[in-house]
């Protein structure tokens, strides 16, 4: 349903990136949780552009939350969380109101929309309207964190730099959402800033892969055929820019292994817990989890925004053209993307788990 | 809302591997368009196993259509399809009610459904359910074709041997789905079965890549959130048993390049249409197609059930025990997966492609 | 979303009153309840045709459960029910093909469906089709039963004649479920069976009021916008052929009282559970159950087919013409809708109260 | 879904009646529809509190759109509409945190929320939050009546005083929607206001009936099961606040007809197009448009809130307790409400055209 997405948890997205405002409606929420608006400031200071990859801090958007908290506690109705744009001048848009940016949704938007789509920044596409579903899952996040469940996502790769591997998931994930920039080796992130700022200062862009770890989710929690863990979250993860392919586990590697070597063996722990010897599987076996740790790895193209002269077309004058992006763009968003990823798993397990265990459960 | 998937096309998934019956309800298709039952045999056969990989060739599955189509062609309410399951005697399972398979959704199934569920052969879980969705997609794949969209899916790798590229997307489709075995250098086909033989002689199994091409979608279809092509495709997708990974485009592949290498180049062409120079989007951008041909991968594990002994639980002594599959089972799936493939791809395009052009567009 | 009804628990239909097969897919009923196949035939045999209104009885509909229930218990995966339509041979329909019965869906499926829709007996519009939801609702009330919810309908009025109101609605409601002709005072009862009988005699038919008493639901049932308890329950009972009209307590007597009369004042009672004085609001109180008793009432209209002459049109000759129905046809349906509304009640409020407890919540 | 209603075209409500603003999203409207915020304006003032059902006029809500619409068209992507709550200052809910008022939703939310709902004003309950639901509905209605379509309701019934009944359908709903009091017979008005002020000056409130009438709806829009036009339409218009009844036709009529006086005659008229003698059904068989006008009726209870001393409960206190309403309250609001049916019958039949039709129907 469009711009709607979620069963019992669900969340309703607007903005375009120049409008008045962006922002987004979240509905199931468990009566009762405490909101956190530090928190959730926090969270959205992750996504924030960040100076040449430098530390030096910005503040986060200035978001509203409009309806559906009282005296710092969710109420259970609808929450309404709006961010205003603030510098929404008219500058000159007039050669990207036919000039279609290759890798963008300009063309597709003019194609959809039959020429009325509001084409300023992006409109309606821009990443900008991620920041929305970061501050609602600033809600969810810390309510899941008091049940067990903890997400983190490191950049698993990024401009031709692999970061190290997960070791200990429920301290990795900890020390990964403490982080800017997050890889589980410093030396690691270094190295692709520095690939990254080469790529800047040529007028291009690097893309890479997000690897998210899920801790603590039950087991039994997703559907066998079409609502399966995989499905919804991949459909969930797909709306963010830039992700061309999601893969659970060891997804496209597992192709190559026998099946003895796949399968994932079961132990019971010396507490009486059933275990997994491996994951290659990431905790999902026929589409419903398993209680060893969520696994998925997420691909982000490089941005599509780079100065160096493009070839694409005018659809006013219907003639083949040229395109350079002028002024300053993110060489890199991967490491931005990190947060909405968080976000949207946040969000999408929260719905599956409240589905599972009653409207209440998040605050119970 | 769990088995069932779809907005303006919708299908409803039922039955078990022992049950009575198997089958799908179609809604949403447009009234007047012509039944093939025959076609619909073609299609069941291809997912149909093959007896070690010879071309000895087997009766599809037995269906029936139960409601939705008078004289000949649909009336535009629910299609009923339901496939007898023939050959249900009870023979003992004793042995594997308790002790779960690795790789397979035993344990899992046991979790959600609280030891309810029905264990024999996979239950709800198994491959077979996804006969009926072939059998809805026998419906309306002929209709697609006559709007001139195709869907074909070869098998891009299997057992450690590369299948060659697509060149011409629409007849290298129409080559492939005239094939038992999808490749497009059959050469790399034998190869791969021999494998897979070798694999099967081991006790073991194997995986692979299926590769998707969808000529002929117009431009425009998609939504910018949640209900992406890529969200939606990805979503049924990975109701497919063994499905690990979803990629579009060049999918994993675009993390290494850059931006300028990444984008692909819009131009007009000499009948004055937009096309793209290269593909490495995979035809969709900001989630919805541009008219060039939609191109995904799906990871596919190999087939969890092996004659090799594993590690594994029993749940009902709590124990640690092995296990070892008793007679023939399927070294691999790949090649069937690929009419499964084609069919979820086809019932998902169709919802989407209703939604945008009305109830009856399907028959127009 | 067309033939599917419900969210953690849902319902799909399918089926022509003259085709193979009539069916329910019933989805998200809690693994682990017992399934009583002869209780779901006595819940059929309440809506099947009695011969002049007497009680010769006749055999139910011949159902198969051929998914989902395993072992006698339910599986929590889809439930199949199929109910063989019996005697299908193709008499003669040709003036019905045109003669578009008034009353009756005939020509609004023509225009709908494009001139292809299945015109015998009423096709997918026909009552026959409610025998499914009977069905899937005899696996749901006896469940419900034991968490002490009870639904019982009686036939308010009919033919002009009064029923009695409910008094004592715990021990009307199951005296009613014990009844074939739903009646509290089965004195009004014979005289309702005489009017239906003399209009019978004159080639016409009648219409009447059920009231429905669910005892026993909980309080916080039930969402403020749009999913209200009398916004779902409306949507589901209007698919009901005939019914044209829905209130809740007093629902249209509402509008000629007093805000000060038509409060139901609160109060403690001596258990210390807060109950209404009076109910005139039906147990509902801005869209949620507030713990009395839900009350509401569905104006059935008089059976569209009658042998007097009507005026009409035929849409092959483009002609207007005159129709008298042959043969023998129900001369009133109130008394065999009756537990087609407590079936839809059960289906619906099921859905409710699991996604508010989750959906394991029946079966605990 | 809560609070998103709607498949093609939905809407999300959000708010409380003392939080910072209350809005809708509307997700789905045709790109290329002219927004005129005037008509908006207009709209949003018939639902306007006038004093003492005085015409003092009085400003209409301030509402901003803050995305989906750009240079005066929409988009085609997600509308939100914003109103501020402009005096939320913190007087003394004391009493009525704990006392709850009769025939309102206090206890029920109470109930539902654990006791963390927004208890000022009625929070997310408030008849406020249905001005969101006017101001979407002011985007759709030219370009529906630009279609042909017009949307009319009157005060049927009013303080126990009828109004005239329909005798021109397309005039008297023009002649409707240019009335503040919308009935069609203005002496009838003036005997319903007499009869409100009286009520008011006894410290009471009073109901009635609001009758709706469309024209120009064409035929073939609804579906046979479950998203019947009466099933679809119901759900929706039980949302508002008060209202307790939904009959469509001549409804509860209906049931002390037979069936040859209540089926309604086809035939063609002098154009060739198919009409009814009658229009007893309401322009509505099997759930399907037939073409002619729909037309419906809402129960609207007395408004609940009166200056008359009341028996209830303190659920602080735990104890049986007394409560008069203090300050001024519209003791009646029938005549409000009666923009809200047609904005609400506005946006469900829009998403049912726009099924039908396609997406980019609303402004071909």
Known sequence: MKNVFGNSVSVTLYGESHGAAIGAVIDGIAPGIAVDEEFIASLLLLRRPSDALSTSRREADPFTIESGVFGGFTTGTPISIRIPNGDTRSKDYG??????????????????????????????????????LVAAAGIIIPALNKKGIYIGTHISRCACVDDAPFTDYENDIKALNAKQFAVLDDKKGEQMKENILKAKSNGDSVGGVLETAVFGIPAGVGEPWFDTVEGLLSHALFSIPAIKGVEFGDGFSLCDMTGSCANDAFYYDENGAVKTRTNHNGGINGGITNGMPVIFRCAVKPTPTVSVEQETVNINTKENTTLSAAGRHDPCIVHRARVVIDSITAITLCDMLTTKFGTDWLAK
């Open 95 to 132: 050669e990207l109101q036919y000039k279609m940016r290759p890798g963008h949704a300009d063309y597709t938007a003019q194609q959809k929309y039959n020429g009325f789509s509001d084409y300023r920044g992006g409109g309606h596409f821009s990443g900008r309207i991620t920041a929305a």
